[in-house]
């Protein structure tokens, strides 16, 4: 499926239990098939669990903390394009991005199940799934390679750069952000809640306090007010 959309945001995460990497590099302790270990310390007593990616998915603890396998089967990539020099069929890009990760890293084609477009910020958004289970297509083997050529410098000798050949039209990328998917939810706890959340929150603490605090203020002059008219009727009354 392939989507042309306007007037709406594109991208983000695809379901809630997406993660992103925003850790950035470290030193990782894999095994010897060079797969990540679900436990990683980057040589310090600070430890966190990854999934098949290497992608953190848990709070960071010491070295007890326990991690369990995490197969990465849905990845999202946000990529955003240079202008083109002509406008894009928006009907082919999903065939064209297709081939071109089965022939730069080795995908099976077939695994881009999605695409939506959006022209005016030159985005493209990809959803690439396999199937729960597989253990055979390696999702963290491409994303890892994608990431460095668009945002890095190639990994390959001819230190060429991603290009998707879109209806004769050679488009390159000069941004992606890649939002990953495992088979088991992540670990994360309320420490993860973004500070953003957090001062959202904050706000509407303050703007509750504050309004109670306007009511009692309020009651408080009508109470005084109240008080001042019963003693001008006494006085009256005596007089």
């Given amino acids: 499926m392939q989507r042309r959309m306007r007037g709406k945001r594109l991208g983000g995460k695809p379901v809630e239990t997406a993660i992103v990497d925003n850790d950035g590099i470290y030193d990782p302790d894999c095994d010897a098939t060079g797969q990540f270990r679900t436990k990683q310390c980057n040589n310090t007593e600070v430890c966190w669990c990854v999934n098949s990616a290497g992608v953190r998915r848990s709070d960071k603890g010491d070295k007890g903390i326990e991690c369990e396998q995490a197969?990465?089967?849905?990845?999202?990539?946000?990529?955003?394009?240079?202008?083109?020099?002509?406008?894009?069929?928006?009907t082919k890009i999903k065939a064209a991005i297709?081939?071109?990760?089965?022939?730069?890293?080795?995908?099976?084609?077939?695994?881009?199940?999605?695409?939506?477009?959006?022209?005016?910020?030159?985005?493209?958004?990809?959803?690439?799934?396999?199937?729960?289970?597989?253990?055979?297509?390696?999702?963290?083997?491409?994303?890892?390679?994608?990431?460095?050529?668009?945002?890095?410098?190639?990994?390959?000798?001819?230190?060429?750069?991603?290009?998707?050949?879109?209806?004769?039209?050679?488009?390159?990328?000069?941004?992606?952000?890649?939002?990953?998917?495992?088979?088991?939810?992540?670990t994360f706890t309320m420490?993860?809640?973004?500070?953003?959340?957090?001062?959202?929150?904050?706000?509407?603490?303050?703007?509750?306090?504050?309004?109670l605090l306007i009511l009692y203020f309020i009651r408080k002059r009508e109470e005084a007010m109240y008080s001042k008219g019963q003693e001008r009727q006494m006085d009256n009354v005596q007089n």
């Fill in 71 to 90: 197969e990465t089967y849905w990845v999202r990539l946000d990529l955003t394009h240079t202008p083109p020099t002509s406008p894009i069929d928006s």
């Fill in 98 to 186: 297709d081939t071109a990760l089965q022939q730069r890293y080795q995908l099976e084609k077939g695994l881009v199940k999605d695409v939506q477009y959006d022209e005016n910020a030159n985005l493209m958004v990809v959803d690439v799934k396999k199937d729960i289970g597989d253990r055979v297509q390696d999702l963290s083997r491409m994303t890892y390679y994608l990431m460095k050529d668009v945002k890095e410098s190639p990994l390959f000798r001819s230190k060429s750069k991603l290009q998707v050949n879109i209806d004769g039209q050679n488009v390159t990328f000069k941004d992606v952000v890649i939002y990953y998917v495992d088979e088991k939810a992540p």
């Fill in 191 to 211: 420490k993860r809640v973004t500070g953003g959340i957090i001062a959202v929150i904050v706000v509407v603490i303050l703007v509750l306090i504050g309004g």
